[in-house]
């Protein structure tokens, strides 16, 4: 399997395949880069580079005692695409990994990122406060904390279920895709799950929106019951130099997996346009 070992010593596990325009996946919490599975072989198959990576404590990349905050995230996605030398790349999140993203572009080095998609992403900022009001409150966050700290499996088992909005009336609902998030989320380090809870509901992406000066796709299902669409979406639209928004009735948090068709189809037009 390809690692990467960065500068503390945590490999990191990556997929590499294709040629072409590279594309860089960043996976949500608290799973991996097995998420991206109808992304990455629509897109090969299109004849572009993709890249996807599990998140230092997520997958198969080692479980590091530390560094499960979004800096230490995103200088691990700069040693990885230093070391693939990846140029002109556009960089696709989910959740969290919109943060990741976005956190990245923010800072990466001239020539490295061309465009940015946010998924379901958690920008600006999710955790309610004295500037976020209307965000989701600390309370939340925290029974996300016990429910992995002492019951991960179960918390896990329930979790897939808003996630794919498969408790909403007349769902399709998806057993392989339930114990696919299962999987993922249970290859990875309970540490490193509890402590990026703080890294993807308290960190404020408001600067990194404000700067980049690339063109930046933002995709939301109005149905997420994860991410908000008024806490997430429809803020960070308005943050952005180059921003295009676009709003999926129905649509729920896991939808790149749910709806592969639609999304699949709108990040081909926004990487070809």
């Known amino acids: 399997m390809p690692k990467l070992t960065v500068k503390d010593g945590t490999e990191i596990y990556y997929k590499d395949w294709g040629t072409g325009q590279p594309l860089f996946f960043h996976h949500g919490w608290p799973l991996s880069s097995d998420d991206w599975d109808a992304q990455l072989m629509f897109f090969l198959t299109k004849g572009y580079r993709v890249i996807a990576h599990d998140r230092r404590g997520h997958g198969r990349s080692s479980q590091a005692p530390n560094g499960h905050d979004m800096d230490t995230y995103v200088a691990d996605v700069a040693e990885l695409t230093a070391h693939l030398d990846l140029r002109n790349a556009v960089h696709i999140g989910h959740s969290t990994g919109g943060g990741e993203a976005i956190h990245y572009a923010a800072r990466a080095e001239p020539g490295r990122v061309a465009k940015v998609v946010l998924i379901s992403a958690v920008t600006p900022l999710m955790v309610q406060g004295p500037t976020n009001p209307d965000g989701v409150p600390m309370s939340i966050f925290d029974e996300i904390r016990e429910g992995t700290a002492t019951n991960r499996a179960q918390y896990f088992t329930d979790f897939s279920i808003p996630f794919y ?109």
Do not use: C
């Open 165 to 273: 909005g498969f408790n909403r009336e007349g769902a399709n609902v998806k057993q392989g895709l339930r114990d696919n998030w299962f999987r993922q989320g249970m290859s990875g380090g309970a540490n490193a799950h509890y402590y990026g809870i703080a890294a993807f509901s308290e960190t404020d992406f408001t600067e990194d929106l404000k700067s980049v000066d690339i063109p930046v796709l933002v995709l939301h299902g109005e149905d997420d019951q994860i991410v908000p669409f008024q806490v997430a979406a429809a803020k960070a639209i308005k943050l952005l130099k180059h921003g295009k928004l676009i709003a999926y009735p129905g649509f729920p948090h896991g939808m790149p997996a749910t709806e592969a068709a639609t999304i699949n189809a709108d990040l081909l037009a926004f990487i070809k346009d």
